[in-house]
Nanobody, 115 residues
Framework: QVQVVESGGGLVQPGGSLRLSCAAS????????MSWYRQPPGKERELVAA???????YYADSVKGRFTISRDNAENTVYLQMDSLKPEDTAVYYC?????????WGKGTLVTVSS
């Protein structure tokens, strides 16, 4: 069965960096797009970044120039490098795999940006 598991969240000071990882299994990872979403406290889930099977990327305006999404097809893993973090980046970050038009989600990893 399809599974995605996030890791790498934590507490970081404003201006700091974190790298999130998402390990995927149960499908041909290299053939499908992968995405990162986030849900800030009290707000709806929003798309942060996405990467196509061919490597093309998309970023929300709020993170463009600060976050980088990448994938390692040999390791079945997608990453989100987050630099210049701001307090408004505080959220639970979720990994998403869309396989055969069905969405699969991890349990999320909490990122807290605070001094």
């Amino acid at each position: 069965q399809v599974q995605v598991v996030e890791s790498g969240g934590g507490l970081v000071q404003p201006g700091g960096s974190l790298r999130l990882s998402c390990a995927a299994s149960g499908f041909t990872f290299s053939s499908y797009p992968m995405s990162w979403y986030r849900q800030p406290p009290g707000k709806e889930r929003e798309l942060v970044a996405a990467i196509a099977s061919g490597g093309g990327t998309y970023y929300a305006d709020s993170v463009k120039g600060r976050f980088t999404i990448s994938r390692d097809n040999a390791e079945n893993t997608v990453y989100l490098q987050m630099d210049s973090l701001k307090p408004e980046d505080t959220a639970v970050y979720y990994c998403n795999a869309r396989v055969y038009f069905e969405d699969y989600w991890g349990k999320g990893t909490l990122v807290t940006v605070s001094s």
